[in-house]
């Protein structure tokens, strides 16, 4: 979408909106409308905005090919692997159902994977359907954002890590779903797939 890359553009050059607004003699909630996609600049515009922010209308418009390393950020744009699931086994976590790949700018790809989120506990911030780019990595930080997996059949999910004296809460951002609070022998069938950096819509 061009308001996703026009967002992922002006941060890369670390601009702010009021910052591009400023430059372009529009208002910032012109800016903002762009980004949350509820309303696309004309073409002239879309030059100078490619131009401020060392990129080309195309790339802003998703006219070319992202392989061919037009990246926005000061990382070639590489292709993750996108899965569908992530489940405990045998002592490693397994990367199940295979949906091809997505470009994203990272320094180390294979530290990537891209995961297809499911169900509405994440809303309004994700949605069903929404890419979530994680960096694979065994411990969060409170308040981080990531994929955990947990209990004896445990299958991979998407939650706000929050510790709470020796106790884990999984938080759901959707208030129609309750905390998942873990403890005792339960911290010990909960494992962490990785930090979620970054999601996107994808369908």
Known sequence: MFAERLKQARTAKSL??????RRLGV?????????????????????????????????LLGLHDAAAGQAFSRYTQCAIPVVGTVKAGYGALAFEEDYGTEYAGVKDPDQYFYLVVKGDS???????????LVHRQPTL?????????????????LKKYIRRGNAVVLHPFNPAYEDLVLKGEELEHLYVAGKVVETKARW
């Open 122 to 132: 994440m809303e309004p911030r994700i949605s069903d359907g929404d890419l979530a």
């Open 141 to 157: 930080d409170n308040g981080d954002l990531g994929v955990l997996v947990y209990g004896t059949e445990g299958e991979g999910t």
């Open 16 to 21: 702010s909106q009021a910052e591009v607004s």
């Open 27 to 59: 208002t910032q909630q012109a800016v903002g409308k762009w980004e949350t996609g509820r309303s696309t600049p004309d073409p002239q515009t879309v030059a100078r905005l490619a131009e401020m922010l060392d990129t080309t209308a195309d790339a």
